[in-house]
């Protein structure tokens, strides 16, 4: 079985803030070091340049050590969509897609992650650090009640 062969992983979660602020989280790089943390990463090194073509780069430090991720941004669509490649070791150093889209309901946001492309045995993993993220984003955003510039 190839990456392409794989089912999308697919991360939902229903966000107590307005969407407006949970997209300008992901394309806040002091912010986003706060909450891309899953599993038991103590902090994040991370370096963005939020544009259609811009890359980022994030650095997961954990008990064991580092996890490099990086990629490039393909779509930035205030305030509903974000589309970016995303490589590491985890995924054989190949790039993977991710999608994350932002759906108002109400003064909410329903937070829709899709992650392509991965290799097979990396999907479980992927799911519990996506759940982990998006969970720490949340609540993240209720803590500090300000809105990225």
Known sequence: MTP??????VVRRVLRVPRER??????????MARWMCPGDTRSATVELD?????????VMHHGRGEAEHWGEYLAIE??????????????????TVVT????????????????RRLPPDQVE?????W??????????????????P
């Open 4 to 9: 392409a062969d794989v089912d999308p992983l």
């Open 22 to 31: 949970v997209f300008a989280a992901w394309l806040d790089a002091a912010l």
């Open 50 to 58: 939020p544009r259609v073509g811009g890359k980022f780069r994030i």
């Open 78 to 95: 205030p305030p509903s969509r974000l589309s970016f490649t995303w490589i590491s070791a985890s995924t054989e150093r190949r790039p």
């Open 100 to 115: 994350v889209e932002l759906f108002a309901r109400g003064a909410d946001t329903e937070l829709v992650l899709t992650h």
């Open 125 to 129: 993993a992927h799911r519990g650090g």
């Open 131 to 148: 759940s982990d993220i998006v969970a720490k984003l949340d609540a993240t955003l209720a803590r500090t009640g300000r809105v990225p």
